[in-house]
């Protein structure tokens, strides 16, 4: 069983709105990440959290503040984003970090208005 | 710097022949990769991975092949189905530390199978 769950599945925001992304995973796996896929590109890595600790930030702005509460969650903050931050946001699990196979959940649409 | 590439952006195959896929990666570091299968508005979902130990990786339908002096990978899908119509990306890391521990991705090969 491979399964990484995000909610929610779509979110329309203002940019002065304050959001969450959620992202859960029962697979034992110590490292999460997430990362944002626009149209027609490859995913790009945002964060990457191990053992709960995070490992590593892609120098992404403060307006995304990640959180892990735990092994299994994996939290996105949204404020004050702006229209080009409207994305597919890819959370995603891996047994560690570095070098194992990821595997993804299938996206929250973020539309920030 | 583009360090994984799919030079192909779109390929056409008819169903119930061979789709082949193919990845070029810079890195030297690189020593694992991993093919992606997306469906639009979906997450990428894991297909096969080959470890540079190998040369050959085989998984039902889906087959990698790994040519490190070459730099080069390619997915070979037989028979191709409509249903593997979607885009595929090519994924490399290193299994170490430092930045070549992050998976990187190509562009993505879209692929269309027609009946």
């Known amino acids: 069983d491979t399964e990484v769950t995000q909610t929610p599945k779509h979110l329309v925001m203002g940019m002065t709105n304050k959001k969450s992304l959620k992202c859960e995973q029962h697979?034992?796996?110590?490292?999460m990440y997430w990362y944002k896929q626009k149209a027609k590109k490859p995913p790009e890595l945002m964060f990457v959290?191990?053992?709960?600790?995070?490992?590593i930030n892609e120098s992404v702005p403060s307006r995304f503040s990640p959180e892990c509460p735990n092994s299994s969650l994996l939290n996105l903050h949204l404020h004050a984003l702006q229209p080009e931050d409207s994305a597919l946001y890819l959370c995603a699990s891996s047994l560690v970090w570095p070098g194992n196979t990821i595997y993804f959940g299938e996206g929250s649409w973020l539309t920030v208005v | 710097d583009q360090q994984v590439k799919q030079n192909s952006p779109s390929l056409s195959v008819q169903e119930g022949r061979i789709s082949i896929l193919n990845c070029d990666y810079t890195n030297s570091m690189f020593d694992y990769f991993l093919w992606y299968k997306k469906y639009p508005a979906e997450g990428p979902t894991f297909l096969i991975s080959i470890s540079s130990i190998k040369d050959k990786n085989e998984d039902g339908r889906f087959t990698v092949f790994l040519n490190k002096s070459a730099k080069h990978l390619s997915l070979h899908i037989v028979p191709s189905q409509p249903g593997d119509s979607a885009v595929y990306f090519c994924a490399a890391s290193a299994r170490g530390t430092g930045t070549a521990s992050k998976l990187t991705f190509g562009t993505g090969t879209r692929l269309q199978v027609t009946l």
């Open positions: 959290y191990s053992y709960e600790k995070l490992s």
């Open positions: 697979m034992g796996h110590r490292a």
